[in-house]
């Protein structure tokens, strides 16, 4: 079977969020080719997520220009967003505890038949229908090194009952299921034991050395990723307390909210000629609370 994934091209310049409580991240530059392992850094409320987020059509960017596999955004988030995939993003790409791993995965693979194919080819009966998502499920399993055999129920392995590290290989399982050419993970570093990173580091790697290309945001990246900061310098900082004290001459304004505290409220609705419905990007601003 070949295994070799078509990545997409990330190319931004000076790239940021803003909503109407401050800035969630700004000035990103990222120039990165098909098949990179492009490794997000910064302390915890920076906008890691919200980069995440915004790399894959899901948070409209507001400053800044970009291309991802050559789509503009934010003008074709939802182009950019039927080629790329979440995993492990709380709030936005969560696991469901009760659910096994098996229901999981089969939910998935539904979920892609509806997607991409026609109404007939989602009938979950049929031989063609069976093998086709046994292929893809098994695929996508050896990828993100999840073996069943390893699990205390196998596939019935409820996720309550995985550890962190297989948990996390399941999420990563199922945003693989539909073959993005893009993969963002987030949070690949919490609370992960030293050697568990950097057995995550070790997979996401592998995955971009096929082709595809990965943007994981936490630390311990290994030294031939390529490293994005969203870590704010002393005259940014400055420049985003000054733009958010209150106008002298607004009367009874009130302060705004620090924004790094409680995130990105919903930025300025699409324009026309985006291909975004309106509620997806609110709905990404509402479901991240945190960045």
Do not use: Y
Request: charged share 25%; glycine share 10%; hydrophobic share 40%.
């Amino acid at each position: 079977m070949n295994t070799t994934r078509q990545g997409a091209a990330v190319n931004a310049s000076g790239i940021g969020v803003e909503g109407p409580r401050g800035w969630a991240f700004r000035g990103v530059a990222i120039t990165a080719e098909p098949g990179t392992l492009i490794a997000v850094q910064g302390p915890s409320g920076s906008g890691r997520t919200c980069l995440l987020l915004a790399l894959t059509g899901r948070m409209r960017i507001t400053e800044g220009e970009a291309t991802v596999a050559g789509l503009p955004l934010p003008k074709r988030m939802g182009s950019v967003r039927s080629r790329t995939a979440l995993a492990h993003v709380p709030g936005v790409a969560d696991l469901e505890p009760a659910l096994t791993v098996g229901e999981h995965l089969k939910e998935q693979a539904l979920l892609g038949h509806r997607i991409q194919g026609s109404l007939s080819a989602s009938l979950p009966w049929g031989k063609r229908h069976k093998e086709a998502t046994r292929a893809r499920v098994d695929a996508a399993l050896a990828a993100a090194r999840l073996d069943p055999g390893t699990l205390p129920k196998g596939l019935r392995t409820t996720v309550r009952d995985l550890e962190r590290i297989e948990a996390l290989r399941l999420s990563v399982a199922l945003g693989l299921m539909h073959g993005p050419q893009l993969l963002a993970v987030d949070d690949v570093d919490l609370k992960l034991a030293g050697a568990e990173r950097t057995e995550v580091w070790q997979l996401l790697r592998a995955l971009a050395r096929e082709g595809l290309t990965v943007v994981a945001a936490g630390d311990g990246a290994p030294e031939d990723a390529l490293i994005v900061s969203t870590a704010r310098t002393a005259t940014e900082a400055a420049d985003a307390k000054t733009d958010a004290a209150p106008q002298t001459d607004a009367g009874s304004a009130t302060p705004p909210t620090d924004a790094e505290s409680t995130g990105p409220a919903p930025a300025p609705a699409p324009t026309q000629d985006d291909d975004t419905p309106k509620e997806d990007t609110a709905h990404a601003f509402a479901k991240t609370g945190r960045a």
